[in-house]
């Protein structure tokens, strides 16, 4: 490296002092009857500390010459070039390149003027920073590294980007980010430790809630609309209707009992939803997959009529009866006076789950959903005797526990139903019925403490209403 240019004009063999030229303001000195250049007056007066600006003249392997427009050139050693670990000067900079850089040392132990590219950056990146964390504007930088945990993010300053603030869901690769100029906010800054923590899922999730906004103004209760599964956890499944997620409750999944929404769906399956419910104020939305299928009740409305046998499948065995489906998405309860001719004290001594039977539809309530039926009113059907063997737990899921068989509500039973049940009607009709060991069959009190039982069994809610995103755990729901 050449030694550093002296510009001082010399002073004159006289001894005198150099007169500046009148006029010139001070650019042009007079010596020994001489006009030559004020060097000095055109140097920009600075210190250490200060940033200045030059022009890339010069770049070798391991240092940048720049032109400050001081009497020698500045020199930015490599590792002052960039935050960046290992640095390539060229890729750094190029010739004739405007460049800030802030001043080491005026002049060195051999006489260099010493800069560094990455300080200046640096200074003007934490005002910058500065700025944006109190205004909540967000920055711009490039990932220029992966670490354990997230992203290093090049803003003139080392930011940290946690890789659970990457974006709105979980990241899997976080490789596929480096090289890429994203946007952040700046969630936390600390001068002297030189630390900035970065998420880009805020700024996507300020993006995104006026995406919300539009489409929470665009849908109506009602509505059927597509989305893909974007989440399945166990109370249901999130939809994602375009920028916004919606939730289906395991309730509203099918017109059949569900146990875990896995049965249903897989992430990524596109669907028809129904519109059921828009809380615009918490932006959440109820959505019904069911309601988008062919309702079952109705084909038993229009199909089926009070006496009518079919045959069943055994599907739950309870203390009060069992539940048979008689088609899909639609079971009905056999009450326990209705399983058999004789006294039954336990209804897993007469049937068991999986049984294919025979019943006679009772009743129909339409309004209600709800079917009674009997098996005892089959006529050539005997069912056979066995051991109430205890109740197998499935989970969370399998048959109730037996109750004590006292504890069976007694029914106000319509003389309707029962008319008939041993052939003569009216008070033979009571009569039948006393005899089994109960006043009657499944009316809509049975029902309530069927469906009540079968509620606490499947672990969920029933029919009863969704739980928002906001009750939902927020690692499941998200």
Request: charged content about 30%; overall charge negative; some cysteine.
């Amino acid at each position: 490296m050449p030694e550093a240019q002296t510009l001082t004009p010399p002073r004159p063999v006289d001894g005198s002092e150099p007169r500046p030229v009148e006029g010139s303001d001070g650019l042009l000195l007079e010596i020994d009857g001489q006009i030559v250049p004020n060097y000095d007056a055109t140097l920009v007066p600075f210190d250490e500390g200060d940033v200045v600006s030059g022009q890339v003249v010069r770049i070798d392997k391991d240092e940048v010459l720049v032109d400050i427009g001081y009497k020698s050139e500045g020199v930015i050693p490599q590792n002052e070039l960039s935050i960046r670990k290992s640095v390539d000067a060229s890729a750094e900079v190029e010739l004739g390149e405007e460049v800030d850089a802030l001043v080491l040392t005026k002049e060195d132990q051999n006489g260099r003027l010493i800069l560094s590219r990455k300080r200046a950056r640096f200074e003007k990146a934490w005002r910058r920073i500065e700025r944006a964390a109190e205004s909540g504007e967000p920055v711009e930088g490039t990932v220029i590294e992966v670490v354990k945990g997230g992203l290093i993010i090049d803003l003139g300053v080392r930011g940290f980007l946690p890789a659970s603030l990457v974006d709105i869901r979980r990241v899997q690769n976080l490789e596929e980010y480096t090289g890429r100029a994203i946007e952040c906010k700046v969630i936390e800054l600390n001068r002297s430790r030189n630390n900035v923590v970065l998420s880009r899922r805020a700024v996507l999730e300020e993006e995104r809630k006026e995406v919300r906004q539009q489409i929470l103004d665009r849908l109506q209760p009602g509505q059927i609309v597509e989305g893909a599964i974007s989440n399945i956890v166990e109370f249901g499944a999130f939809v994602d209707l375009d920028g916004i997620d919606g939730l289906i409750h395991i309730s509203e999944l099918s017109w059949s009992h569900v146990n875990h929404p896995s049965e249903v769906l897989s992430i990524g399956q596109v669907v028809p939803v129904k519109v059921l419910d828009i809380d615009r104020d918490r932006q959440r939305i109820s959505l019904g997959l069911k309601q988008t299928q062919e309702d079952p009740w109705q084909r038993v409305v229009d199909t089926y009529s009070l006496g009518d046998e079919l045959s069943g499948r055994v599907t739950k065995v309870v203390s009060f009866g069992a539940f048979v489906e008689i088609m899909d998405g639609v079971e009905g309860l056999v009450h326990i006076s209705e399983l058999a001719q004789h006294h039954v004290e336990n209804p897993r001594e007469v049937v068991a789950q999986g049984d294919e039977i025979r019943v006679q539809i009772l009743e129909i309530d339409s309004e209600r959903r709800r079917l009674s039926l009997s098996v005892k009113r089959v006529e050539g059907q005997t069912l056979p005797l066995r051991s109430a063997a205890p109740p197998q737990q499935e989970g969370g899921g399998g048959e109730v526990a037996d109750e004590d068989l006292d504890n069976v509500p007694e029914l106000d039973l319509s003389d309707e139903v029962f008319a008939g049940a041993d052939g003569s009607g009216g008070e033979g009709g009571e009569d039948a019925a006393s005899a089994n060991g109960a006043e009657g069959t499944a009316s809509a009190e049975v029902e309530d403490v069927a469906e009540d039982a079968r509620a606490s069994e499947a672990g969920d809610a029933g029919d009863g209403e969704a739980p928002s995103e906001a009750e939902a755990p927020a690692d499941e729901a998200r």
